[in-house]
């Protein structure tokens, strides 16, 4: 029940549980959300392995509601076992990263020492690949344990590679009620709306006005048609990008961003040519993008060509060492909504709206060409305790295809990490569309890779 | 809002199309939910082989939109051409009656004669079967006009049999806008919100608010989740229907139907029985319900038994000779909306608001299981210029089975009337479920039906 | 080549099981077939639940294989228990009853009192509905034991119901190399035979010179084309039928063969009905063919019109009443083969010969048109250790379209029995083709049969 | 019939039409090998578009079916038009080059100097690309003529693009009867023999002893089984392959192949890499295989690290530049049989004898996983008038990924070339595996082929 409001219909009350609740920004963010847009009151608890976060973020929380923008109330607890953080929640919410930062040594400098270039390596290619095998472990467990203490909670995964964790829940546990979210579809709604702004004059345009309809897999998202108000806008976007030199060589801003450290920026070249050569429109930022075909990414200079550039180990060492704020912080700044739409998503899940948006999800038909139960990106109508995917429109048969590829090597990745089967690991790894090594060379640095990380693996159960 | 208001955002114009625009009922019905619901004005243009009926409509109309509480403002024409009527048009609507009533005994009295019980006989069974091919060769030409004169129209389709009309236009037109509506799923949601209302004391209860899983054929729909205000109705459905005598033979009842020419009544008991055995309810009345397997129609006796009766040809020629009422019947009486969806439709794909609905369309994978193409009946999402069907969640295995064997009639149907194929249209009949008659008494009924007729089919190009 | 004979190049040898080794006709055929035909030599393993029966058999084997005009050299053994019959078979043969011939009362007496009219009720329909409740789980155990035993050996069944007997097997051992044969097919090529011989003047046509292709589940198979030495015989097929008084009525003959207590004779008109309606050859005995859809048995004086009749359940007593021949009979007359395939089958499977025949196994892809595991007949070829289908050519949408809700029914009752779930065998049961009694009349009956066998289905594990 | 043999039995007669007649090796060949092989006598019928070599062609035969060792009689004449060649055909054969060999300097020279190396380039890659542009129209007039003047030929191919040929046929034609023959899976029957052989010690192997299971399309087919007499090979294989240094680096004999312009030959292991790699044996020459995924031709300096070289384009001027034989030569050698198959399935289709091999076909469900209608290698039973596929055993589900893809690839390329629509064809190119190119960079490469050969391609309808 809200404080500052005193109502006759008592605000609804629910539990949350946060796995990966002593992150300093995911879970901070979610906090503050709630804070100043939920419609609902309730407990939130806390789950991490580094406990102490954990138990910082109770105390940030308290700042965060506390604050007099401050519409909810929550009371938050860091609880010290899994099993007591799920138990009797309503909402379970993932967001964590699979161990610790210098195990990406291992996803980005061994592929790199092998030549191949990967922007991001948290979804797909070399790295993905094998994060993938560190989360799908963990994600069965997490599986397991929710349906033993909280099997009628609905499960939000943020974690990356949001495709095969959210897969692994339902491998794990097929009746959990999981779906994965990621924002990426949005930033495609924003330049779609200034596509509206600029070529219509349209003004004051709410994002869910740009209606896109979604299909692909998390981070090889498409869409393949967008209107706002009623207009098409695929038209002007095509006039936008046939005029002279759009898509010019941008290797100057590549290397400007390679000095400046300012590794996630891009002119969207990548999603922008994927719409000109394929009909569809690249739904992620180029960075992922470029990580699911073998033509942008075939080595840094082609990279540079379209503006892109990798974002290296260094840069994720660096920012993990970098000395976290303070907690009364919280306390001094006015909280400004992140832009997630989480606390949404659980409103219309708790019956308070209707939302209309992308999400992942098993594929039981909505994307009807791509295969039964691969986690698929398409919209979906959240209402009252179900989440039901609408139709999506076919992608275009290249794009399709494109796509097709990529579910293969994570079904295969899925398989081989549910038996945790490393020689099926390696042959999935094969498939993967970044790789144009020649096989013993791709074989070598599987094995540099997996040998790097074996007492982790090990650990896992794989053999 | 009204037409009286001078406000500074205008309201909304379009035309519509009628086919069968000199209807008694249903064209009429639609020009009074215009009258007192629609947020849009505009223009109906009136289409009716008999040219009289649709200028006595006009003249009704008058009346119509003159009512003080009428709050919208339609101009309304009678047109002499099809294609007159079309010009233009931004929604089409078709409710008409393929040939004259006297062309039902055909449908009704011939396989009577055979021992075929037929509740209704307009959508399957042997009645269906041969109003199915008087019907695909019309709702083709009508595709084509369509396409040749408003291409950009929507077309909402309530001719019976609904899914060969509807999927005639998309065999003749793929590209048509089309789709079917019938009021049959919200009387299945009338008696939910019953229960939820008996069981749990729900007040005030809007029909939206009893959210159904539509999946199935349109009369052969099946409801297999039923949810209001977050709680599952069915342990209460079936807690109701467990009571003894709850099953009880009405075959009393159904002889007082009889008695008292009250044709259309029933108990609902087919659909429940339906529930009872397969795990999910009927969403259509009994009389359709009963037509769709071999079980409940078996024999007269048997269909008393479960309150159902058959409405005779004769009362559905004596229905038609009544006199019709007075242009001015219609300036006296307060208009009340009829309980259609029609208006609430177009205003949403008007862009003027949002609807969840249930419909009939072509099978582009909403239900997964059901051939592709098949017109299947699910719900969807109304928007702006978008009908995007929702995935519909599974049938229970039994009762999918029994609605697979009715689209493969549909679909065997459908491709001889395509083809004009009389032979390849008798081969259609033996697979209908209500066909358990020998092959060869089948086969001449058949005859006798298609004899009966010879003179219309060899006119829509029948060999 | 016999074993007489020292020729430089050995007989291959090889072990077989049969399960059900006590049998008068069937294991007793297969002995004097192996005795006559065989290319190989070996030796044989009993197993009965009447020990004493298989014993017997191992007396009449001496008999048998001491006949002058015997080939080949077997060691007839009975074992007590199923393992050692099992133990380093090469081959397993099962042709077993599922229980004594007392429990067909259920099958045939109660569903004849309830009004369904059954001409053999082993197959489909409720006869065969509770036939296959009592042999699916004998079937698990057998193919856990033959897995356990001898998991290399190839698994021939010839019981009934084959379909469900042979998808059993594979349900609890998907590694089994396990198919079904029936030799109904045989007897259509028969027939074809003689159309080939009156119609075109051939002569000493072999039966392999019938080319059929064959497609459909056991006993409701199809023929969708045959041809003979390159001559297509389904025009000279459609040209006899078309004869006048082809298709007269038959219940004088139905009648006499009542009388005379000739129950399996019949002038394949249902075959041959089925081929003029639908324009595939039904490729069963008409009593079979006449189960599985509900035109034919829709009633006793419907089946007689069509000259089949109901093997009676009081025959099927009589029958196994009968006392035994001696084991000498066996020693005193010529052989002459059965006319079964099993010897070549097995010499093709030893890499002796190439066989093509027609066989029952879970669809991979050789009937595209039915659902993928379902047990489909087609042809297939027969190689060293390998039995690969042959792609067959679809079925007339029609004929597929009957044949798929066979296969919906087969499903839904493996689906129950593997589950031993009678609730959902009952489901099951009410979409069977046979089934047009009113619901409640059928669950009646369902709960007659299941009663009056509930000692075995409680033995079986069913609750 | 045959003038050396005096049988009672007659030989049978039939016409053969040669599409491409004035070929210098491949319709001397065949006709050498009716000479020496056929069971069957009669006509030839050859056209080519040079007419002047199929006339030489007719002396030639002159002179190979006066040879001693000709045990048939055909009479072959040269026609001046295709109608003419075809008319009255029982069997046609298809060998032709699609256009002047200097057209393929738009297929091998401009993607080598944009950086893509192409061993072969005639049935993938950007040079099978441009090929099958040019193929699939000619493809589509020769099917519309066949089913014009013979349509019920068997039509027999063996022009590349293999798959994308046939393909075409049966899109201009449905109901055409050909099929496709490649002689690459006799050469991995080849080194499979030698494995029998080396680790069994067989001797004495008959090719078809050989018995392999085959699945993909042509030149990317693989064995995912292999038996010799009842011996599975691919054990004995893996023995060999794991030996140190199997894999070692064949850079020095590929340079030595370069520099002795032998450029067909290789160590195959590129095939047997793939079978190290995915547990299937690639089944056909390196230099095709290398062709279909990323791996081993991504430079050339790679590819001869495989001991694979590319064929270059001056070779093939030259070789086509060579002085042709004289007529008389073929007086003065006795004749061998080439090893090619097309009269045994000539003598299987007329019924002489039964076939088994492997086949391009259409897919209808020979090959489950891969997409129906697309052409795909497998086995298949040649019987009178019949070539019915085996059921394929599934690829492992890498090998099926990588088939996948290029089937795509081929179904976009054959839409495009049927739609004479250039820019879906640009579009198809993309989905290539060895395009590895940057987008800007492979349009570049595309408009250069497409510019090389822009008047061909106006002559054959595309804009």
Redesign the interface.
Known sequence: MSKKQSSSSPRPACKLAIIGGGSRYWARDLMKDLAVKAGFDGEISLYDLNHEAARKNVEISKRIFGRPEAVSNFKVRAMKTLAGCLKGADFVVISIEPGPTELRYADLEIPRAHGVVQPVGDSTGPGGWLRGLRAIPVFEDFARAIMANCPKAWVINYTNPMTLCTRALYAAEPEIKAFGCCHEVFGTQHRLRGVAQDAFGMEDIRLPEV?V?INGVNHFTWVTEA?C??VDLFPALRERISQPDF?ADRTRDARKRVRNKRYFGSHCLVSL?LFR??GALGAAGDRHLAEFV???A?DEK?LH?WGVVCTPYSYRLESRGKKDVSVDTYAQAAINPSGEEGVEQIEALL?LR?L?TNVNLPN?????ELPWDAVVET?A?F????V????AH?LP??AH??V??VV??Q??LL?AALARDLDAAR??L??DPL??????R??AMADAMLDHLKIELRALGYT
Chains 1, 2, 3, 4 share one sequence.
């Not at 209402?383 to 179900?386: E, G, I, N, T």
């Open positions: 209606e309809n209107h108000r009623g898509f040519d050569r394929f073998p033509w942008y075939r082609t060509r019956g209707h209309d039981r038909g909505q994307s009807p919209n109508a209402r009252r305790d179900r039901t995917p609408l139709l076919p048969s290249s295809s494109l097709s590829r293969d090597v079904e295969a398989s042959e999935a094969f498939l790789i144009t090594l020649s096989t013993d791709c074989a």
